[in-house]
Each structure stands twice: as C-alpha cells, then as structure tokens.
C-alpha cells in the first residue's frame, strides 16, 4: 500500500482504477502451475508448496477483502 501511495499515486499521479489494479496484482497468489513442475520432487516438498499456495490464496483473499472494505466505492 506504501509503494502504491508514494509511487502511483504520488509521483506518477495516476488514476483510482491503476492504483486498484496494481495493488490486486501485488497482492495475487503465486501461479498454481507449479505443483505440475514439481512431479519428480520428493513428496514433503509437493505437500510443502500445495500447502504454500492454499495459504496464499487465502491471506490474499483476505487482503484484498480488507481492502474493499476500506474502499467502499470502487
């Protein structure tokens, strides 16, 4: 949110709609791809990066409810 604040929003003085979209983009998860590269990788590691994304789903979903709902009028 600092780097959105000083850099769109200051600096490049961008509109509502970029500074949005950039802070969705910040806040997604990693690619859910990866578990398909990981198929000669020992089983601890596959578990270790499935769980990885799962949690990052969710704290990003939480994230960005948060954000919503300090910004009710998007």
Do not use: C
């Not at 949005?20 to 910040?26: C, E, H, K, N, S």
């Not at 990885?52 to 409810?65: D, E, H, K, Y």
């Amino acid at each position: 949110m600092l780097l959105n604040h000083f850099v769109l929003d200051q600096w490049l003085q961008l509109e509502k709609p970029f500074q949005i979209a950039f802070f969705t983009l910040m806040i997604l998860p990693p690619p859910f791809i990866i578990p398909l590269f990981m198929q000669n990788a020992e089983e601890s590691e596959r578990v270790y990066v499935t769980n990885a994304l799962a949690v990052s789903t969710v704290v990003s979903l939480t994230i960005f409810a948060i954000y919503l709902g300090m910004h009710p009028t998007l």
